[in-house]
């Protein structure tokens, strides 16, 4: 079994910050591109931010400049870290992994998503 745990999320002030965390756990042989996307009422998932494994980044044009994302390998986490937090940025946050699981070794990759976290950016 593989579990995305996420945390960090909540309630901010406009132009304040948070930052999302999401550990990956279980039978684990190894990690792709980990990413987070995001829901807001009525819309779409959209993908906000990704980071594949060896630390290259691409980000939606909404949040460039604002939003940074990381990871840290040896202990299978990715990081969100938002500052200049809009209004418009609330909404639901998935964290989202592609990876390798133990039974199979290196065969196909897996999609897992994090059971998600709100993020409400209001005065």
């Known amino acids: 079994q593989v579990q995305l745990v996420e945390s960090g999320g909540g309630l901010v002030q406009p132009g304040g910050s948070l930052r999302l965390s999401c550990a990956a756990s279980?039978?684990?042989?190894?990690?792709?591109?980990m990413d987070w996307y995001r829901q807001a009422p009525g819309s779409q998932r959209e993908l906000v931010a990704a980071v594949t494994s060896d630390g290259r980044t691409t980000y939606t044009d909404s949040v460039k400049g604002r939003f940074t994302i990381s990871r840290d390998n040896a202990k299978n986490t990715v990081y969100l870290q938002m500052n200049s937090l809009k209004p418009e940025d609330t909404a639901v946050y998935y964290c989202h992994a592609l990876l390798k699981v133990e039974s199979t070794g290196n065969g196909p990759w897996y999609t897992y998503w994090g059971q998600g976290t709100q993020v409400t950016v209001s005065s």
């Open positions: 279980g039978s684990i042989f190894s990690i792709g591109v």
